[in-house]
């Protein structure tokens, strides 16, 4: 049985990020930071998703010597610059607060029109293994956010992002529809690869 | 008495433009959009300042025929990718709630070190006559983003805002120095000639 660390205590992102590894990935088994023994986790002060999760990567092998795979991922408003961009997580100013983000982001594009709410979902994926080798993967969807928020599944901004080319929104598609489009889903599964390689040599 | 219109139910925008006016353009008398016979004001859904205060100031010339002067101005973050911008006024999702906005765009900012807290507060003037004719000013002042709000004159973002070369926020400034190098003065000032000549011609 071959360990992974996922360098999150987000219980739904790990819950994604495992579904991914383990249907891709035979035999891996994928923990979370909640499994492993506490250890200081580094402030994500850059101010690009690849600098976030290489970050959280790196403290996760320092801490614990695990092959250890982060995401940073968050939604980019055309309208917004691009933000909330690396901020998603804390746009509201409350850590994790999916409600709170989603309805600020809603009052904020208040009055913009729907040919102007195109956004998209960035999501950078780092592997960093034991003995120091770094890998970076970004998935990237296009869409565009909804009047309301639409479904109860996923999490974050899932339920005001319509993917392009769907009829519903992320927080209505199936978790396995979700992987499939997902900027997560195609970040982790162009890691896949080098995570096997690298589980395979231990 | 030449009459000019500002396109502003904002008392203390009001009263920033009207002082600076009075003090350049002798004899001149400044409304408010209070001062006048309500009519329908257009969203302001442009992505630019300068578009938004041409919105307004249209707006003004077509219900009221006076000479109008309108400002769109706003804060631009660089670690926000230049937002709040134009959504500056409503960036808590509640439309002109000081406090909460500031509450925001300091959390929001909350992981950001001093020296990426730089941003610029933009102010786009837009001056029409009944006869048609339209102008333009853009005032920029560069500055810092403070670790808490500072003072309590001014309005908007001033108590987070210290201009470079400053000691104090933009809300611990008099009036007269706030004026004096704020994105608001710099731009109605390159304004004064036009109106001025305009007010003339009447």
Known sequence: MSQVLVATHNAKKLTELRRILVAEISGVEVLGLDDVAPYDEPPEVENTFEGNALIKARAAVAATSMPSLADDSGICVDALNSMPGVLSARWSGTPRDD????????????????????????????????????FIEIGVVRGTILLAGRGSNGFGYDPLFRADGQTYSNAELSADDKDRISHRGRALRDMVPTVAKALRRR
Request: with cysteine; charged share 35%; hydrophobic share 40%.
């Open 99 to 134: 409600a709170r983000n989603n309805e600020l982001l809603l009052a904020q594009l208040a009055d913009i029109p729907d040919e102007r709410r195109h956004a998209e979902f960035r999501c950078a994926v780092a592997f960093v293994t034991p003995d120091g080798d770094e």
